[in-house]
């Protein structure tokens, strides 16, 4: 085994570091292709940077942030978060009152973390379901949740969204969709209609979730509420500050559907290709990925044995297509306790300047180096 | 009356915004001097925009923090928050539960919201003190806050922090300063040890005053407490997103304490000089000011006559300064319902660039201009 805990896996990721910096400042950010899928677009242009340290900025980021985003999610008013989570918070703080009930509904159990933990904070009562049969209000719900799409392409139907919402609107109970991936996951790939045409009161959705704006959050909908929510979300310091509001600005001007069903295309491809040379590799919602332990089977296939772990001939394969090609990936760069999956994500905009064709043979090439060492 | 209402006032801000949008295109940015002390800082260079696109951007910029924020603050681990008031909240749900109490002395009372609206929504009680004598900590308080400076520079003394943080110390009650502004004010132009050498467990501070930051927060302090800290803030959105991170990063790295020195040193010059022409300009802590009621009696020393509001002459006079020499002003840019009052703040990064014999020339000429209309 060559990494045998934290202390290795720190310089690994260390040495990953250096020959990313090394390749910023020799050959610059064409050579690197960042398939992580989790780099944090943040496209502002140099206008904006001059614009932004005046007095002026915020407000005019504000403004086009407005426009953009109810284009984006539809609503009547938009407000941009720190984070999606953040966004939750002040939803929950603006909307219930300790001892209210709230009430979420999800394609598949578990919640992501925001929701229960924030009625937690505000000392409301929490309610799962993941079956729409199940699902029902008890008294004093006072805010409805329906998360649109988990990260694994798990989507709310339309039927269960009607059901729903027509359930709220009887007993006046309003509605939020958290649609941190589904607002373009659901729409783009599933052709279903935005959240707030299907009516719901408001949606908040992820700027870094298959699109290429920072980390960030959203929301838009009924005037009403998102002006409740935005007096709580200023009294705890829940916003985005100005620099983000203006990435998120250039994010959804530069916003293409195009470039997501472009990236399902390639994974289409890329995997089709893979099963030639390799049997272990899998899709997965915008790109293919390989376990270690397919991998080290992979190796076995070629008649090699190796005394390397599953997890080094994972981090082994990242550091060669880092070194070699430029391509970041998590088992390379991650932090200690990162998932030593080899992932490739093709949703990242780096991944727009390979093709299908070259990342195979890229794959294959470096796997080859592998089967050398 | 030029100005009669909300709509008038957004109908100037416009105004405002047109001319300073032409300016940045036609001049660039050199030509504008934003004095409002209100525009929040953006140092970042163009590698960091390169770096911050990639994974590994925030863990550089993170550890890069980590370094720079001990030297400011002290301590033994930082974070960074969206808000210094994001950073309260994050500290009263981490170290505070429901039904403790949570005591503040400040140098004097009304402290400013983030405190005891986090209290509110945590279910703790809230005690306040502005004299020394008063101070106790009642059975049950876990957590004691003491503010280090407010902005007008009412500072907290070195024997009123000894006598609480020798107290707490008794209690075993972890002790946290608000030093927004007080890391620098206190330290700097009070001359006073920074608050985690004093004795306190944690300090947070705000990167965007007295300091070229962006709107943010570093807290800082004993390990043990920011990590339960650092916990919360990722729980609920709180903290810091990578390009604000990097901008603090360049903000401390370019700051100067001598800058805040040179700022009061400008404001005490100008504000000589303009005792020869003006009677009503009066000291800020970091610049000066006019209000619109002593503006007025300015025209009419001059034995003129008008019937513009107090107010109005505040708003032409900014307009002019815009209008003729770049200089952004609240009365001018603000948004509707900001304080008329016509302040120049000289710790704006812009105002090294003019010279106190300039300042009060130009504010000599436009007033002139404004008798003129």
């Known amino acids: 085994m060559l990494i045998k805990g934290p202390e290795d896996e720190i310089l690994k990721k260390e040495q990953a570091f250096k020959i990313i910096r090394s390749t910023l400042d020799e050959k610059g950010r064409e050579a690197l292709y960042d398939l992580t899928g989790l780099a944090g677009g943040f496209p502002i242009k140099k206008e904006d940077k001059k614009l932004l340290e005046t007095y002026i900025g915020p407000a005019v980021y504000e403004e086009k942030l407005q426009k953009l985003a109810l284009e984006h999610l539809g609503g009547e008013k938009a407000i941009a978060f720190n984070r999606t989570t953040s966004g939750i918070l002040a939803t ?5 009152k300790p001892g209210d009930k709230i009430v979420h509904y999800l394609p598949e159990s578990p919640s992501h973390p925001s929701i229960p933990e924030s009625a937690k904070i505000r000392g409301a ?12 209000t008890p008294p004093r719900t006072s805010l409805i949740f329906i998360t649109g799409a988990t990260m694994d392409h798990k989507i709310t139907e339309i039927e269960e969204f009607k059901k729903i919402i027509s359930l709220s609107k009887k007993k006046k109970i309003p509605v939020m969709v958290d649609d941190a991936s589904g607002a373009r996951i659901r729409t783009i790939i599933y052709k279903q209609p935005k959240a707030i045409e299907l009516g719901a009161d408001l949606a908040i959705t992820s ?24 007096t709580i979300a200023y009294k705890f310091g829940l916003e985005a500050q100005p620099p983000l509001i203006a990435a998120m600005v250039r994010a959804l001007e530069e916003f293409e559907p195009s ?4 990236a399902i295309k390639i994974r289409d491809e890329v995997h089709k290709k893979l099963k030639k040379a390799f049997k272990g590799f899998q899709k997965t919602p915008t790109g293919v990925m390989i376990r270690p332990e397919e991998i080290k089977k992979e190796i076995r296939r070629h008649n090699l044995k190796t005394r390397l772990s599953p997890k080094d001939t994972s981090y082994l394969w990242a550091m060669l297509l880092l070194q070699e090609y430029g391509i970041i ?5 991650g932090m200690p306790g990162a998932s030593p999956t080899l992932r490739l994500d093709f949703s990242a905009p780096d991944a727009q300047r390979l093709k299908p064709d070259q990342i195979t043979k890229i794959l294959e090439e470096t796997f080859q180096k592998l089967l050398d060492t």
Do not use: C, S
């Open 259 to 262: 470039k997501i069903l472009k």
């Open 329 to 333: 990936t998590i088992p390379a760069a």
């Open 207 to 230: 700027t870094d979730k298959l699109m290429n704006g920072p980390r960030g959050g959203i929301l838009t909908g009924k005037t009403r509420l998102v002006n409740k929510i935005k």
């Open 92 to 96: 929950i703080i603006a909307l219930t």
């Open 125 to 136: 009562e929490y309610l799962e379901f993941d079956n729409i049969k199940e699902f029902h």
